[in-house]
């Protein structure tokens, strides 16, 4: 019968699992966090396949992302305050219409498929030409 009691090397692992999901907490970067948790992402991706480490893995990975993208974007305000010009363009231009480059305008036109239309479109070109 086996013991109900962890191991002194699943407490181990356990702990390792914790620490992993606290970098991932801070990053939402796995291999960032596998690094700092002394763990491969083969070891990571093993220990997924307990359904509740994968729940806790992907909630601190969103959480994660979520704190790097509110850190980046405070430090985006800063530099922008501080008159930072690559600063106010970046946010200009990814964040107001006005400053988003302009698309060209789409060109209609019949693009041949088949080898056939490709011969064919070949021939009216060269038709063309000769009757410039």
Not at 3 to 23: G, Y
Not at 46 to 73: C, E, M, P, Y
């Amino acid at each position: 019968m086996a013991s109900k009691h962890p191991t002194v090397l699943e407490k181990r692992i356990d702990a390792q699992k914790e620490k992993v999901i606290e970098f991932l907490a801070e990053s939402g970067n796995i291999s960032f966090a596998c690094k700092r948790g002394g763990i491969s992402r083969e070891t990571y991706y093993r220990w997924r396949d307990d359904a509740r480490f994968a729940a806790k893995a992907d909630s601190a990975i969103q959480s994660g992302k979520t704190f790097v993208n509110d850190l980046a974007h405070t430090q985006l305000i800063r530099k922008i305050q501080e008159g930072d010009m690559q600063a106010i363009r970046f946010h200009l231009v990814n964040c107001h219409d006005d400053y988003r480059p302009k698309l060209p305008e789409r060109i209609e036109r019949v693009v041949p498929i088949t080898a056939v239309e490709i011969i064919q479109a070949s021939h009216d070109c060269k038709k063309e030409v000769n009757a410039e």
